[in-house]
């Protein structure tokens, strides 16, 4: 019997990457073993809990183990996954290339700026206005930006890397989807909105983001959810967090 894989997560978009993923391989026939999903509690800390900072040094989530080694970075994560069970999701000759810079792209760049964004507009209630204007304009310029470029992409095909859905989709679709939350306005970008559509119509990835939302709340959370999520979120953007003052 194959050794069950550890997903360690929370209903969140780096989380949501993977479970797609898992979604996605299961949907491709890919030969998976039994997963054990850990839902770690990001508004207690238990990101910052020794047993947790063993699997990542990072102390954020998702986290997959896989046969005793621990893959942090939802990007590498996406990666191992796709390398271990090939499907279309991601090439394994040259034209890898093509889709892997796209990845990069969403970890080093669109993840961080939407993520900034939806801090400084959902979890800072207690920070001024004007201190936090700038930073708001900034990330929201550059989320713009971002959009601009993925707007560009899609004009030309339905998915980032061409006709072929892949894990380059599945790393920026979570944070893109969740644009109201961020208030991100993607609806300036007509291609960008029509690739939320296309690939929420999936199957597999109404599955995935299914993982820790509560049920019926996949696409619309309940006012009890928003609270929760802002509780988490502002105690995760803490100065204080952040500098390991609790
Ligand atoms: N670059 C990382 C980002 C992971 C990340 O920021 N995860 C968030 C949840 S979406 C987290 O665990 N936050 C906990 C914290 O900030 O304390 C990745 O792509 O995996």
């Given at each position: ?11 969140t978009p780096?989380?949501w ?10 949907q ?8 054990e999903?850990?839902?770690v509690d990001?508004?207690?800390?238990e990101?910052f809990s ?7 040094p ?5 986290v997959l ?15 191992y996954?796709?390398?271990k069970?090939p499907?279309?999701l ?5 034209s ?7 990845v ?6 669109l ?9 400084y ?7 001024d ?20 470029i993925?707007?560009?992409r ?7 890397c061409?006709?072929q ?17 961020s ?5 300036l ?19 995935g983001i299914a ?6 709340e996949t ?9 929760r ?18």
């Amino acid at each position: 019997m194959a050794i069950p894989m550890e997903f360690w997560t929370a209903a969140t978009p780096n989380g949501w990457k993977v479970s797609i993923m898992l979604e996605e391989l299961k949907q491709a026939g890919a030969d998976l073993p039994a997963i054990e999903v850990h839902t770690v509690d990001l508004l207690a800390g238990e990101q910052f809990s020794d047993r947790f900072t063993a699997l990542n040094p990072n102390q954020r989530i998702p986290v997959l183990v896989d046969q005793g080694r621990n893959i942090f970075e939802s990007g590498a994560i996406l990666q191992y996954l796709a390398e271990k069970f090939p499907s279309p999701l991601l090439p394994l000759d040259e034209s890898r290339w093509d889709v892997l810079p796209w990845v990069y792209w969403q970890v080093a760049n669109l993840g961080p700026a939407f993520g900034n964004k939806l801090s400084y507009t959902r979890y800072m209630e207690d920070v001024d206005a004007e201190l936090k204007a700038h930073p708001l304009e900034r990330f929201s310029n550059e989320a713009q930006r971002l959009l601009r470029i993925l707007n560009q992409r899609l004009g030309n095909a339905p998915f980032i890397c061409g006709e072929q859905f892949t894990i380059a989709d599945i790393a920026a679709w979570p944070w893109v989807r969740g644009w109201k939350w961020s208030k991100i306005n993607i609806t300036l970008h007509d291609s960008v909105m029509a690739w939320v559509d296309r690939v929420r119509a999936r199957p597999a990835v109404e599955r995935g983001i299914a993982y820790g939302a509560p049920p019926g709340e996949t696409d619309q959370w309940s006012e009890a959810t928003k609270a929760r999520y802002a509780r988490t979120g502002t105690s995760m953007a803490s100065n204080d967090t952040i500098a390991g003052k609790r």
